[in-house]
C-alpha cells in the first residue's frame, strides 16, 4: 500500500485536562483508539476522481518486499495524529472534500475502523479504503460502511509468500477480494510488478485468474523510494519492462 512522503500532522504537546479527555474518550469510542501514522489533508490520487483527505494507519502484518513504508509495518508504534485532530480538519472541509480514504499499513488490522468509518460518514464524506486484503474478517464487517475500495492482489495465491514473507496471506487475499465482489462496492484491483521476485510467467497467471473473476487490474510499478535499502539495492534500475515483453503491454492495463 502507498504511504509516499506525505507530511503527517503532529499533535502538539497536550495540557494534562485534555489528555486525560483523550483517554477518556478513548474508553468510550474506539475510534479514538486508531494508531494514525500520518493524514494528508487534500489528495485527488488516492480515489480515482474523488478529492480526499487519506489517514495513513499504522501497522500491517506482511513485510512485502517493496514495500514503501517499512516503518508503517510495526504495529506496536503508536500513532501520531489523534482522532480528534481528524474530526476537527474534517469539520473545517465539509462541502470541499468528497471523501476520506483510509490507508496504511493495512487499515483492517485496527478494531477502530468501522466506528471512525461511521463517524466519517456521519459527516457526509464518502469512504474509501485501501488494503491489501490480510483481515478479511474485518473486511467483510467494514464493506457495508464503505463506497470505494482500492485492493492489491500481489500473485497466485501460491506466489504470495514470496512477496510478503508470510504463509496463508496469499489465501486472505483472494478471499478479500471475493469479498469485495461479493459486496457489490465499487473498486479497483492494483497488482505490484516486482522485477525482484515475479516472473513473466507469474505476472500473466495472476492477471488471467483476475480476468476469470472479471476484473481487469491495473499494473503498477515497485519502487525504490521509500523501500528498505536493501530492496532499493536489489531492485536498482529494473522496471516493469525487465519482467514483462513489449508486446505483453498491449493487453495490459498499467499505471505508471
Ligand atoms: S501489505 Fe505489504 S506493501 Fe502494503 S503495507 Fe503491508 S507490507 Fe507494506
Known sequence: MEWAARAAVRRAPQPIDLMRDRRASMR?????????????????????????????????????????NPAMQDSRVPGIVGWDDVTALLDRRIGRLDGVVFSGGEPTRQRGLADAMRQVSEKGFGIGLH??????????????????????????EAFYPQITGKGMSGRRAWE??????????????????????????????TVEQLRERGEEPILQEARAEGANPAYAAALADRRITAVLDEADFADLCVRR
Not at 486484503?133 to 497466485?156: C, E, H, N, Q, S
Not at 479497483?188 to 516472473?199: K, M
Request: aromatic share 8%; net charge negative.
Open 28 to 68: 468510550e469510542d474506539p475510534a479514538w483508539m486508531l494508531q494514525i501514522a500520518g493524514m494528508t489533508n487534500m489528495s485527488t490520487v488516492d480515489w480515482p476522481g474523488r478529492l480526499t483527505a487519506t489517514l495513513f494507519l499504522q501497522g500491517c502484518p506482511w513485510e512485502c518486499t517493496y514495500c514503501h
Open 131 to 156: 488494503t491489501a486484503g490480510a483481515f478479511p474478517g474485518r473486511l467483510a464487517m467494514v464493506l457495508p460502511l464503505v463506497d470505494w475500495v482500492g485492493i492489491d492482489i500481489k500473485a497466485t
Open 176 to 205: 478479500s477480494l471475493r469479498l469485495v465482489q461479493e459486496a457489490g462496492v465499487a473498486h479497483e484491483v492494483r497488482v505490484t510488478v516486482d522485477p525482484t521476485t515475479h516472473t513473466r510467467d507469474e505476472v500473466l497467471a
